[in-house]
């Protein structure tokens, strides 16, 4: 039995509730034992002390949004490198996401089992995964990477073994594509509901699949022990039809209007904002060279995307963050709590929203997402108090100790 003390941090354990003072955190093996006050705990004197130097001992932050193969890159690039190169860089991606603070994710498309098996069993660093495998899509939607040359240049690599094609039309063919996903190992399914802002061919506003085709994605789910539907949804239609379906998260959301609104607060939908996405696209369009209609694009949605998180947050939409990190540098995640806080979220709000509420909206939160006895030993600690500066959080280097599974991941105090 490995037993760890964390002590001398100020403790904010994810619930909301005000942060404590001269309180420890005691982990065996990957567990916490015990939380509370120093003096109520009976130490032996045999366990190792990470002594938080009067920083903040948080629950390790989850990112619902994240695409752990890519990162974005000039077509010429992409074209000239070797299929399996990629595996190499997502091992990077993976490391620099869980040194960022990041101990768990769920993958938006693009990771396939393998990597899954490689973070799992130790062979690399990364933080816990929950996989879609590949986002179901529409004959030329948002995910279906044919140009207007006529030629299919995807973002990242399809129909290969482990990672099927989603491209799908039809309630026949999107019931067969949703299986063909769980049997590629998903436990939760993407579909693409609306338009996007990377792809060529479409819009954000335009509306993708049917009710029908959706509600039959939803069912699937359903029969494989309850796995859920996360919809990249931005146009207001669009997600309106996947909250009617059923769908348990709205990805974006950047048209949300009152209606939809309506609805995810009678249905208990999750909002994953991402509202990081279209402002790193603007920042790094020269150096990656993203796509020009990706870059009006997002000129044309930002102030709405930002308008339409407000909106979602005054009226107590479930919100968790997420990033669409991949579109940009991963281990910028935590760029996303500055954001939301900017657009009126209180820091402690936003803390909670990639903690407990992000917890629940990958089904995790018996194990994860506060500090509580019993739970898995995720936790974090930042140099000073994050709800003094929550942008402070962008800085890596305020990133002292990375703790997953009870594991040091990170300790560069």
């Excluded at 039995?1 to 005000?18: H, P, Y």
């Excluded at 990077?92 to 603070?101: D, F, I, P, R, S």
């Excluded at 949605?301 to 991949?326: W, Y």
């Excluded at 019993?374 to 402070?392: F, Q, T």
């Amino acid at each position: 039995m490995v037993r760890k003390i964390v002590k001398n941090g100020l403790i904010i354990d994810g619930t909301g509730s005000e942060p404590k003072k001269g309180q420890i955190v005691v982990i065996v093996n990957n567990r916490i034992e015990f939380i509370g006050k120093e003096e109520d705990f009976q130490a032996s004197g045999d366990e190792t002390v990470i002594d938080a130097q009067g920083g903040t001992i948080l629950p390790g932050f989850i990112d619902t949004h994240v695409h752990m193969m890519l990162e974005f890159s000039p077509i010429a690039e992409r074209l000239a490198t070797p299929f399996s190169f990629m595996y190499y860089q997502a091992a990077e991606y993976l490391k620099t996401t869980l040194h960022a603070g990041i101990t768990s994710v769920r993958d938006a498309l693009g990771t396939d089992l393998g990597v899954k098996k490689a973070v799992d069993e130790g062979l690399i660093a990364g933080p816990r995964l929950q996989l879609s495998i590949n986002a179901l899509t529409i004959t030329g939607g948002h995910g279906d990477g044919y140009t207007v040359s006529g030629n299919v240049v995807d973002l990242l690599p399809s129909d290969y073994p482990g990672m099927p094609s989603g491209v799908c039309d039809g309630v026949e063919e999107v019931r067969k594509k949703t299986r063909e996903m769980l049997r590629a190992g998903a436990e939760v399914i993407k579909v693409h509901a609306t338009g996007g802002v990377l792809s060529a061919t479409d819009h954000p506003e335009f509306t993708q699949f049917s009710l029908e085709e959706l509600k039959v994605i939803v069912e699937e789910g359903k029969f494989r022990k309850g796995v859920k539907v996360m919809a990249h949804a931005q146009g207001a239609e669009g997600i309106k039809n996947a909250v009617r379906a059923g769908i348990h998260s709205i990805e974006h959301g950047i048209f949300i209007d009152d209606e939809a609104i309506e609805l995810m607060l009678e249905n208990g939908t999750y909002l994953v904002p991402t509202l990081l996405a279209p402002v790193a696209v603007l920042e790094t369009a020269e150096e990656t060279g993203m796509p020009e209609t990706a870059v009006q694009k997002s000129k044309e949605v930002i102030d709405i995307h930002v308008a339409s998180f407000k909106k979602a947050h005054e009226a107590g939409v479930k919100i968790a963050m997420g990033t669409d990190a991949g579109v940009f540098k991963h281990g910028t995640n935590l760029r996303e709590l500055g954001l939301m806080a900017d657009a009126g979220m209180t820091p402690m709000e936003t803390i909670v929203a990639s903690t407990k509420t992000a917890a629940e909206c990958l089904g995790w939160e018996d194990r994860l997402g506060t500090l509580e006895a019993g739970k898995l030993a995720d936790l974090i600690i930042v140099k000073g108090n994050p709800l003094e500066d929550i942008h402070s959080l962008a800085d890596n280097d305020t990133i002292q100790v990375v703790v997953k599974d009870g594991k040091v991941e990170k300790d560069i105090r």
